[in-house]
């Protein structure tokens, strides 16, 4: 049976973790990620079933024994990651974007929707400009767009992953650099419309208080 996904990296562990890390590791994900703290929110249902899926095979002995098994090639290969083709990214993407579109803006878990893509980005990052070139740049965009959801510091922690591929992808690090700065005048505005809301209703008071004083 082939290996399609890489288990360790789904619960952020090393492949020589032991039981009890493995364990931390899925607790941690389950308390963020559980359907029961993100209703109508997919991309956390998603994390969550496949961080379950993760630790039902890795939480046991015999198990992870024929998963690392079916995982590695050769012994000489035993702690390296399984590579992603891009046609099984682009899939996984337009997955997340799918249900981005259908989510609720404003009760989706953004730190789901960040390990989600952080998921997609391959532990070698040199492996990704080796792909073909069309995909790839197809791929860049649709990570792009679903950036557009994150937080600022969030997107600024995309950005320092994305790094290694502004050489050959120059409009990626424009595009999200210009998408981080709409991002923070959002949320500079978001943050004092509040203030500014309360000084009119406060100004609206007063010439209510001085019109009814006459």
Known sequence: MAVTKDYYRVLNVKSSATIAEIKRAYRQLAMLYHPDKNPGDAIAAAIFTDAAEAYKVLGDTDARKRYNYERYLTAEEEYKRPAETIETLIQRIGKINADLKNTDPFRFNKNALLYA??????????????????????????????????????????????????????????????????????????????????????????????????
């Open 117 to 214: 893509l952080q998921q997609l980005i391959p532990d070698d990052m040199q492996l990704l400009p080796n792909t073909n070139k069309s995909l790839l740049k197809q791929f860049l965009r649709q990570v792009s767009f679903a950036a557009g959801y994150l937080s600022t510091h969030q997107t600024k922690q995309l950005i320092e992953l994305m790094q290694p591929l502004y050489t050959d992808h120059e409009w990626l690090q424009h595009e999200l650099n210009m998408l981080l700065r709409q991002q923070h005048k959002q949320e500079r505005w978001e943050k004092y419309k509040i203030v500014l809301a309360v000084v009119l209703a406060a100004v609206l008071c007063l010439i209510i208080f001085l019109v009814a004083a006459r």
